[in-house]
């Protein structure tokens, strides 16, 4: 019987101890049991089969396995707070710099004080003369307000004169800088005040001025006229003759573009003139900008970006009746300038911000620095060197084309003024237009901009599509409390 269990075990692959035996096999290490094959040699035991957990079983956390990953994460954090510090710091960094560059151009942008300093210590040397230089100078009544300048060489103030709300504009040489003496001593007798010379009789001085306009303007039949404004202009004291600091004032003034197109523009589309000192005139108040982020501070506008700016020309902009009343006294103004008295002149910049208008929404034209006489921009032309019509560029806009056979610019420019103030008119009056209104007027101003042909060729269309653009925006508001 032991013999036949004996066997059995054999064929299982054990082996079982007798009864009665004493001594068992050894346990291997590693706490495993032994097998035997059917050789009767010993064999690995397997390791036993592991059960698998339930699919939706969730297995708990190793203790550190969990502390592991705690340390890999608080390691990481200080990584990412160096990141945003310096992020911070990057931005904080950038932000004052602009804030500096800002600053910095706004504080060029405004030296009143200087150009005051120098008008007046010439008046007191007996240099120049004019018509509010006691007031200024001697009285201090002239007050100045906010800086509009959009260009060091150009101080533009608001102010008050007389309980008027005036303009003040006074040219700063750019060798004047004020940082560089602490007195900011007038230089500038050396450069706008050495004309005439002492002695120069008032013949002299005509023949003088005539010159000068012909070659500004062009040679004209009208400028005789012209000049018999200005020697009358020059006679600031009204005693009936030009002392020498009154030629030398008046000569200044002349070379400012825009005080020459005061004078020869008509003033129902410039601000009047007031009066002057040296080469600094007063105008009446500055007009209405297209919107009422105008008078913020030239440091705020230039902070603004330019499709911001466009929409806030939109949303706080007149009401558009009110616009379309502007807009006539800007194609008003397009028309005078292409068929004025004094010769043809140019629009060089046209932007919103240029244009203006009273209480009563006449239209203003705000800024007239960019606007150029033909003569001027074709001396300006004439024999330039170009590769690409862009070289042929008069300001901001004015463009000729360039002859690339002889690599020389033409001297008439490709775009008139009325496509340019179509353009303009298109994003100031389509939106909020009447809806009966808006299809014909898209298609007037469209028509409008394709005006592409050189200035001096397009007079009959140039005139036939302003007339259609004046006489549709006028029916639309006639008969109303906007006309």
Same mark, same amino acid.
């Given at each position: $019987? ?65 502390? =592991? ?69 001697? &009285? ?7 800086? #509009? ?14 309980g008027k709300e005036v303009t003040i504009k006074c040219g700063i040489e750019e060798g004047l800088d004020p940082k560089a003496r602490s007195d900011p001593a007038p230089r500038q007798e050396l450069v706008l005040f050495d004309k005439p010379t002492r002695g120069t009789s008032i ?29 009358? $202009? ?30 020869? #523009? ?33 440091? &705020? ?22 616009? =379309? ?11 005078? #300038? ?8 140019? $629009? ?7 244009v203006g208008y009273t209480a009563q929404y006449d239209f203003r034209m705000a800024d007239l620095q960019q606007v150029a006489p033909e003569a001027a921009v074709r001396r300006f032309l004439q024999g330039r060197r170009c590769e690409h019509s862009r070289d042929c560029t008069y ?23 009325? =496509?340019?103030?179509c353009e303009l008119l298109r994003d100031y009056l389509l939106p909020g237009a009447p809806a009966d209104l808006r299809q014909e007027l898209g298609k007037q101003l469209r028509t409008c901009t394709t005006l592409s042909g050189l200035a001096s060729q397009v007079e009959a269309h140039?005139?036939?599509? #302003? ?17």
């Open positions: $019987m032991h013999t036949a269990a004996r066997h059995s075990s054999q064929r299982h692959g054990q082996v079982t101890p007798a009864h009665g035996s004493a001594s068992r096999p050894a346990r291997p290490r590693g706490g495993k049991t032994p097998h035997t094959n059917p050789t009767g040699k010993l064999r690995a035991a397997a390791p036993p089969a592991t059960p698998r957990p339930p699919a939706n079983a969730h297995r708990a956390p190793s203790p550190a396995r969990g502390g =592991a990953r705690l340390h890999r994460d608080q390691g990481r954090l200080p990584g990412l707070r160096v990141k945003y510090v310096f992020l911070v710091w990057l931005g904080i960094f950038v932000g004052s710099w602009m804030v500096y560059v800002h600053y910095s151009s706004y504080a060029e942008l405004c030296r009143g004080r200087v150009c005051q300093v120098v008008i007046c210590d010439q008046y007191r040397k007996g240099i120049i003369s004019g018509s509010i230089c006691q007031d200024l100078c001697n &009285l201090h009544k002239v007050e100045w307000r906010t800086c #509009l300048s959009s260009v060091p060489g150009q101080q533009v103030y608001s102010g008050l004169w007389q013949k002299e001085f005509r023949e003088m001025t005539l010159s000068f306009l012909k070659a500004t303007l062009g040679d004209l039949p009208s400028l005789p006229a012209l000049v018999g404004q200005v020697l009358l $202009m020059a006679d600031f004291n009204k005693d009936s003759r030009v002392s020498l600091a009154e030629a030398k004032s008046v000569w200044a003034l002349l070379q400012r573009n825009e005080f020459l197109l005061l004078l020869s #523009l008509q003033e129902e589309h410039a601000s009047r003139l007031l009066g002057s000192c040296g080469d600094l005139y007063v105008t009446e108040g500055v007009p209405h900008g297209s919107w009422h982020g105008a008078a913020l501070p030239p440091l &705020l506008r230039t902070l603004l970006p330019p499709a911001l700016h466009s929409a806030l020309q939109r949303w706080l902009g007149p009401a558009w009746p009110w616009r =379309a009343k502007v807009a006539i006294g800007l194609l008003e103004f397009v028309e005078e #300038l292409f068929h004025g008295a004094y010769g043809t002149f140019y $629009m060089c910049e046209t932007t919103l911000a240029n300001g901001r806009d004015c463009r000729a084309p360039c002859d690339k056979l002889m690599r020389q610019c033409k001297d008439d420019l490709i775009q008139p003024n009325l =496509a340019k103030v140039h005139s036939l599509v #302003l007339s259609h653009l004046k006489t549709l925006l006028w029916k639309e508001i006639s008969n109303t409390k906007y006309s």
